[in-house]
């Protein structure tokens, strides 16, 4: 298994609305990734987890919230999200931060687009 | 600061044409460099990665790179377009495994 699944595909939210994104890899990785991307516009790294544990927060507002709880699943909970959240949610994972030596190849999932009403 | 270019925001090219994607980076160390193509409403997909050795790297679907250093370039390179090959190409170079620098893209047309 070779992949980084996304679900769901779509989701329409309201702006008082709470919902979660979920990203799953079987691959062993260590480290996975949330990414929000505008269309056009390349990735931006929002969260990474290392071990589980939540290495970087790119200055994220807090109605986004990571959770990871197990090393194969990663969520973003979503929370009174803004119009301007509307974007692409992209979960990607890499093999092991320590025994690559700190530089490793990131795998991506198909992402989840997101429009908030 | 580190920083990575595509100079072409957009590219149109014939189907069976051969095409070139430029990507140029600034990184003070040698650096790891990838590209990856993104299809409309997909996620990114690799193509192709440079960690060290043989500095003109094969990839998947076709692909190739090759590396300069005295350029500070990583072009992307694929003898013969298909229109399956249409999509958003991004370059990107890897400071650490948590710190990946894309570059701002390439959208590929092709013409049948």
């Known amino acids: 298994d070779t992949e980084v699944t996304q679900t769901p595909k779509h989701l329409v939210m309201g702006m008082t609305n709470k919902k979660s994104l979920k990203c799953e890899q079987h691959m062993g990785h260590r480290a996975m990734y949330w990414y929000k991307q505008k269309a056009k516009k390349p990735p931006e790294l929002m969260f990474v987890y290392s071990y589980e544990k939540l290495s970087i927060n790119e200055s994220v507002p807090s109605r986004f919230s990571p959770e990871c709880p197990n090393s194969s699943l990663l969520n973003l909970h979503l929370h009174a999200l803004q119009p301007e959240d509307s974007a692409l949610y992209l979960c990607a994972s890499s093999p092991d931060p320590v025994l690559a030596g700190g530089l490793e190849t990131q795998y991506f999932g198909p992402g989840t687009r997101l429009l908030v009403l | 600061a580190q920083s990575v270019t595509q100079p072409d925001i957009h590219i149109t090219v014939s189907e069976g044409a051969s095409l070139e994607l430029r990507c140029n980076y600034s990184y003070g160390a040698t650096p790891y460099l990838f590209w990856y193509v993104q299809s409309p409403g997909q996620g990114l997909q690799l193509l192709l990665k440079?960690?060290?050795?043989?500095?003109l790297v094969q990839g998947i679907k076709g692909f190739e790179a090759e590396f300069k250093r005295s350029q500070s370039s990583f072009n992307l390179r694929k003898p013969s377009v298909h229109w399956s090959d249409a999509a958003e190409y991004f370059c990107?170079?890897?400071?650490?495994?948590?710190?990946?620098?894309f570059g701002p893209g390439t959208s590929l047309s092709v013409i049948p």
């Open positions: 440079y960690f060290s050795g043989d500095t």
């Open positions: 990107a170079v890897g400071l650490s495994y948590d710190k990946v620098i």
